[in-house]
């Protein structure tokens, strides 16, 4: 019994210590597009599941709200921007689109 209490605690213990890595900087998104090939698919990976809180503490306010919908814009630069898209239920990101004003 005693074994079966502490490998509880030891798993419980590890899974609290268990983080998600660092959020990468706004002012990297156009070095992670042009250098590494980022796409949707990879901002969402890193992204999703994210809290919005998180997201504004790393990144800071967004520049925008997206109206009719649950979500954020950051601007990178003047051709660059991030929206994201959050689970009204929980604050967690669900979708990602990076690209310019124009899309």
Request: charged share 25%.
């Amino acid at each position: 019994m005693k074994r079966i209490l502490i490998l509880a605690l030891a798993c419980v213990l590890l899974l609290t210590g268990c983080k998600r890595g660092k959020i990468f900087q706004l002012n990297e998104v156009d070095a992670l597009i042009s250098e590494k090939g980022y796409g949707k698919e990879e901002f969402t990976q890193a992204l999703a599941g994210r809290s919005r809180a998180d997201i504004v503490d790393a990144w800071g306010e967004p520049n925008g709200r997206l109206s009719g919908m649950y979500g954020d814009i950051w601007m990178t630069g003047e051709e660059l921007w991030v929206v994201l898209y959050y689970d009204r239920a929980d604050d967690k990101v669900t979708d990602v689109i990076v690209g310019t004003p124009d899309l």
